[in-house]
């Protein structure tokens, strides 16, 4: 089928990459080349949605009892959502005090640049001084970059997802950030190694090539699998 050929064929691209490599690779896939992070994550969660429909099922465990909470989400409303309503070149002001910070909206390749840092702290200050325009990041108070981060999250709501969930075990309430890239790529891995299997399968017991396989239609290369026992 041309749906599986694909996958496989991205599979074989992103394999073995880098997060940040393999993200680019499934985008362009989704006809994608921006660097906005909300705009990647609604391609991505489109891709998703094209490969493997709408109704995202999902899980998070629990910080509080470790359970294993599900939830669903859809693909196509939440990706609607999280366009920014300005580009990265769009500057932007946050008044504090008695100073006027001018600066951009981050996007992942600052966020490629940050993630060097050694700790959260030096990530932080990392991409607040490639996003402040005409200040410093190191004499900024912890208020400020409190304020700063906040706003750029105003602004850039589908830059980080989160959703609040309730823990059916313990009652505990807490919000499960959902990193699209690495949720995408460990259902598509796990998509690919089943189609794998099973070409693997019938290739063994039949002597078909990768081709052949992926041709036939889903019924019938299920009955096939369940002849040589693999199903």
Sequence with gaps: ME??????????????????ER???????????????????????GLRARFF???????????ACGASCEFEVDCTEIASRLEPACDGRTVHVLETG??????????????????????????????????????SADDLADETVDALSARMEVLAPGAHLAFELDC?????????????GDALWSEWRSAAERVLLEVDA?????GWSESQ??????????????LVGAA
Excluded at 26 to 45: I, K, S, V
Excluded at 53 to 63: D, F, I, M, S, Y
Excluded at 170 to 180: I, M, P, T
Excluded at 217 to 224: D, G, I, K, L
Aim: glycine share 4%; proline share 5%; charged share 25%.
């Design 213 to 226: 396989i992926l041709a036939l239609s889903p019924v019938r290369r299920a009955a096939y699998l369940q």
């Design 23 to 45: 993200d680019d690779i499934l985008l362009r896939a989704a006809g994608a080349t921006t660097q906005a992070l909300g705009a990647r994550n609604a391609a991505l969660l």
């Design 202 to 206: 019938l290739a063994r017991a039949y």
């Design 168 to 180: 059916p075990d313990c009652g505990r309430a807490w919000q499960s950030a959902l990193e699209v």
């Design 3 to 20: 749906r599986e050929a694909a996958l496989l064929e991205l599979w074989d691209a992103a394999a073995g990459a880098a997060p940040w």
């Design 98 to 135: 008695d100073r006027e910070l001018r600066f951009r909206l981050p996007d992942a390749n600052d966020l490629r640049e940050a993630a060097r840092e050694q700790d959260a702290h030096g990530a932080a200050q990392a991409l607040l001084r490639r996003c402040l325009l005409d200040a």
């Design 53 to 63: 429909g709408n109704r995202w099922p999902l899980t998070a465990t629990c910080p």
